[in-house]
């Protein structure tokens, strides 16, 4: 998988608020340090970034590698 594809991925998994998508980007026990809410499991950070962010639009602009 090349990074634009992992981007790519990764946003348009987020923006269907997929966790089953989402969570395959990622290896088990993943961990999230988010801003928001600190660091957590990846499986406990995506549902609660979904029910927050449901309305959101996301453009991808630029990949830097």
């Known amino acids: ?3 634009q594809q992992l981007a790519d991925d990764y946003l348009g998994a987020l923006g269907r608020a997929d966790l089953g998508a989402m969570l395959g980007l990622f290896g088990p026990g993943a961990m999230v340090d988010s801003p928001l809410y600190g660091p ?3 499986a406990e950070f995506f549902p609660a ?3 927050v ?3 959101s639009r ?3 602009r630029g990949l830097l590698q």
């Open 49 to 51: 970034l979904f029910g």
């Open 53 to 55: 962010t449901r309305e």
């Open 1 to 3: 998988m090349t990074p």
């Open 58 to 60: 996301l453009t991808r």
């Open 40 to 42: 957590m499991p990846a």
